[in-house]
């Protein structure tokens, strides 16, 4: 096979793999793009590497090129190296910065965690602005401790100590792939960033609760009806909120009033039927009314091609505007609305805590009450108590909608 006959196949452009040299062919797509491809078998495996497009350097490699190259190739597989694991393993080896690394390692991230998001989300915000175009190898220990305190001195040191845990996690990626000898966040711990975190434990009162949704009811340009209807639901429903901002239409059945949350959407990775009580019904009713089209319940309330439903943050960000956490649109600090109620502080996680202390107080047995929050039943029971309490789980909210209909 010579270069005219080569340049004659390119022009046709019809489909074919050809042999040109030992492990060496000529192949065309069914897109009609000619390209090289190097055949060869290593540990008993047959392999297929791309060599590149066939044409005229720089662009091309033509057929004299193509030889030579598939002979060191042969050459490398005598000597037991994988060409296209070196392939693979040289991209690693060209990334450079701290942005390329915690690309690769937030692609492993989105395979094995369930909210990929998450470490993404602190890493754009928190940490790739103060590191992200620093050479890997510049990385110290001092780097990283400026970036926890910053975020702990902004307020947020649950986040400062999700930071450091992420830098951990980055660093040690760096060292697995050769980049770094040493990781340079081990040197910290969370008496360096956000303190040691403690378990939450604020619940709301019955008066609180009634408080509350009257700021919230008086409050109603800067904590929407759409904010108000979903911290509703949490409280009453007492779901994750994840599961409830996510939610789409098809999972209701308002004639029975159930939800069916499927399994790949909980925490259990078990489906659950979730019974409705009465109070919701006119609730969804107006939601459906409020989305319009949409297939979500809370449809994002900005273009966004990353997903249809709001921010993880929304709700947060609404109840902290309450607290005089955040400013308005001239960027000046809102009031403490709740707080000059007498509402002591909480985060929008309180009220599924809030709601399972009140079916305590309603006498709803733990194992009844666990269920409706979709926690699993620990130990020995757990394993055999597969029973899923649905009538029960109905009655014991039902008795909840009664206790609170009066204040939402």
């Known amino acids: 096979m010579n270069d005219a ?10 489909p074919c793999m050809i042999s040109v040299d030992r492990g060496l062919y000529f192949r065309i797509s069914k897109e009609g793009s000619a390209f090289w491809v190097f055949r060869y078998s290593i540990g008993g495996k047959r392999r297929q590497l791309f060599l590149g497009n066939y044409g005229r350097a720089p662009a091309g490699i033509s057929l004299r090129d193509a030889r030579d190259l598939v002979a060191h190739k042969r050459a490398d597989v005598k000597n037991g190296i994988d060409p296209l694991a070196e392939k693979k393993r040289s991209k ?23 909210h990929p998001q998450i470490p993404a989300r602190v890493y754009k915000n928190d940490i790739a602005p103060a590191i992200g175009e620093l050479a890997i190898k510049r990385v110290t220990p001092p780097d990283i401790l400026g970036i926890v305190r910053s975020i702990n001195e902004s307020g947020r040191p649950t986040i400062s100590n999700d930071a450091l845990t992420y830098c951990k996690q980055l660093f040690n990626h760096a060292v697995k792939l050769g980049l770094f000898q040493y ?21 709301l009162s019955l008066d609180e609760i009634k408080t509350v ?12 009806r759409d904010n108000y209807l979903a911290v ?32 790949e959407r909980t925490k259990t990775k078990v489906e659950i039927k979730i019974p409705l009580p009465e109070l919701t019904r006119e609730w969804f009713v107006e939601l459906r009314y409020r989305t319009n089209a949409s297939e979500y319940l809370f449809p994002s309330r ?21 607290f005089g956490l955040k400013v308005d649109g001239n960027k000046k600090p809102l009031p403490n609305f709740l707080g000059s109620v007498g509402v002591e502080h909480f985060v929008i996680h309180d009220l599924r805590r809030t709601c399972r202390s009140l079916l305590a107080e309603l006498g709803i047995p733990s194992r009844i009450a666990e269920r409706c929050l979709n926690h699993k039943i620990r130990g020995i029971e757990g394993v055999y108590d597969r029973y899923d309490y649905f009538e029960e789980r109905k009655r014991a909210l039902h008795g909840l909608s009664e206790t609170l209909s009066g204040f939402l």
């Open 213 to 224: 949704f009257q700021v919230f009811r008086d409050n109603a340009p800067i904590f929407t």
């Open 5 to 14: 006959q080569l340049k004659s196949l390119a022009a046709k452009a019809e």
């Open 92 to 114: 690693l080896i060209e990334m450079t910065t701290v942005n390329q690394v915690a690309e690769d390692w937030l692609f492993e991230c989105a395979k094995r965690l369930e």
């Open 232 to 263: 509703t639901l949490l409280l009453l429903l007492g779901v994750r909120k994840g599961e409830l901002i996510a939610a789409k239409w098809n999972e209701f059945d308002l004639d029975k009033l159930i939800r069916t949350l499927p399994a």
């Open 183 to 203: 990781n340079p966040a081990l040197a910290l711990s969370p008496k360096d960033a956000g303190g040691v975190e403690k378990s939450r434990t604020r619940i």
């Open 302 to 322: 900005r273009a966004s091609k990353r997903r249809g439903y709001i921010s993880d943050d929304t709700l947060n960000h609404a109840l902290a505007k309450l």
